[in-house]
């Protein structure tokens, strides 16, 4: 028996590494729910290099762009390329500013509909992987932020905070896989569940006699306990009955640009029911 | 010094995983880094060494990825240990087999994901998995291509840095 336990010693240490690994993987579904310290903890080391990234890319991004119109500048006369130049980099900083403005204006009016607390913040970083769907937001507990609270931007939801560290979350998109919104369809009032698709959504469990039409705008239910009620969630893009059965098949395009997400806002309430999105 | 290597490197490609390859490569087809580097465990780690690291790393990758913690830990665990089974049936002078290795890592990765969400969670994985694995499949291909272009020129360019599989890899894959 000894023998062959020593034998088989590294196929045995492999599997009891793989069983540990999974049973620590189960036992963290059951409770999903909170950060680890080990995951608080990683955040919080790796949130200024995030942030320091984001900064520098930013920058690199705008030194990139006058070094184009640097080369374009050299066929022109000079002085007229020099007043050209620093007038479009003044137009391209104002354009800048106004769109930023805009979109903040856009966000404080929003906020001002939603009549709750919100905590503005800004997404310092993405999902590292390419099957799911997060962000990072610069924001944490230090500034009241819990796990299961909603984010959203003027254009409609956005998705829940599912890790917390002291300056940093990680946002969970309404477009993950495992993402789930309790929805209607805002003309009709017709129920169903909004599940993520990678970049698009599908509205599920809404009844076959209902009538759906393309560009029906589908917005949150306000049951599912995260999200408040009548937030948008996106247009309708297709629908497909078969000949039978109870539910019909709507695929849904989200109402916020995933891909240009910048300034979120989070509503500082807690999930009401333990009914997850 | 190993050791270190191996932890400033996973370190750096996930901050590069999470920060600026999302911007700069598009369609959300960021090249799995950390893939590459447990694959390269596999190929020159021993259980002892390389099983703990690859398991670290998944659960550092976990911090940044998906909603479950600890998924990866056990998806890298197992992509590690299936190097290091098979790496024995092949030809280790073979310039292309880090190359087919990440090929075969990415795929399998691809399977168990979507057979741990089919058991453990939503079940909704497999329809984005399947659509983004050629993509994916390149994008490691081809970021595990130019990692041993920069490994080679490193070693060329510094003969006396001792990191761990450079040499290895020079003599492998320089010819």
Redesign the interface.
């Given at each position: 028996m000894f023998d062959l336990l020593q034998r088989y010693r590294?196929h045995i240490?492999?599997c009891g590494?793989?069983l540990a690994?999974?049973l620590?993987?189960?036992?963290?579904?059951r409770s999903?729910g909170a950060s680890?310290f080990?995951?608080r903890s990683?955040?919080a080391v790796?949130a200024p290099?995030?942030s320091g990234?984001?900064a520098i890319?930013s920058s690199a991004a705008d030194s990139w762009t006058h070094y184009l119109w640097l080369i374009d500048a050299a066929a022109e006369n000079d002085r007229l390329l020099e007043e050209t130049r620093n007038l479009k980099a003044d137009l391209v900083a104002v354009q800048e500013v106004s769109l930023a403005n805009e979109r903040l204006r856009r966000l404080l009016d929003f906020k001002e509909e939603l009549a709750m607390p919100t905590l503005p913040a800004q997404v310092?970083?993405?999902?590292?992987?390419?099957?799911?769907r997060?962000v990072?937001i610069n924001k944490g507990s230090e500034d009241g932020i819990a796990e299961g609270m909603p984010v959203v931007v003027a254009e409609g939801a956005v998705g829940r905070t599912?890790?917390v560290a002291a300056r940093q979350s990680?946002v969970?998109l309404i477009t993950?896989?495992?993402s789930?919104v309790a929805a209607l369809v805002q003309k009709n009032r017709t129920r169903g569940v909004c599940?993520?698709?990678?970049?698009s959504l599908t509205l599920d469990f809404a009844l076959r006699l209902k009538e759906i039409e393309v560009g029906d705008l589908i917005v949150s239910s306000g049951t599912g306990g995260v999200f408040p009620k009548g937030l948008a969630i996106g247009h309708v893009e297709a629908v497909s009955r078969g000949d039978f059965g109870l539910f019909q098949s709507v695929t849904v395009t989200p109402t916020v640009d995933f891909s240009r997400l910048e300034e979120v806002l989070v509503l500082l309430r807690l999930p009401q029911v333990d009914e997850a999105i | 010094m190993r050791l270190l290597f191996y932890a400033l490197f996973g370190l750096f490609g996930l901050i590069l995983q999470a920060t600026l390859l999302p911007r700069m490569v598009p369609f959300h087809f960021k090249p799995g880094l950390l893939l590459i580097l447990v694959v390269y465990l596999g190929l020159s780690e021993k259980a002892g060494t390389g099983a703990p690291l690859a398991y670290l790393f998944g659960l550092l990758f976990d911090v940044f990825t998906g909603a479950e913690p600890g998924r990866y830990g056990l998806l890298f665990l197992l992509v590690y240990f299936s190097v290091r089974a098979t790496v024995g049936f092949f030809d280790s002078e073979n310039p292309f087999l880090l190359l087919f290795l990440v090929a075969c890592g990415t795929l399998l990765e691809s399977s168990l994901l979507v057979f741990l969400d089919l058991i453990f969670a939503s079940g909704r994985l497999w329809p984005i998995v399947l659509r983004a694995l050629v993509p994916q499949l390149l994008a490691n291909v081809v970021a595990a291509t130019a990692l041993l272009l920069v490994v080679t020129w490193l070693q060329r360019r510094f003969p006396r840095l001792r990191v761990p599989g450079m040499q290895r890899l020079d003599e492998r894959y320089e010819s």
């Open positions: 590294r240490l492999a590494l793989i690994a999974l620590f993987y189960s036992a963290n579904l999903s680890t080990f995951e990683v955040l790796t290099l995030l990234l984001d890319w310092i970083g993405e999902d590292a992987s390419s099957w799911f997060t990072v599912i890790r990680r969970l993950d896989a495992s789930a599940r993520g698709e990678g970049d | -």
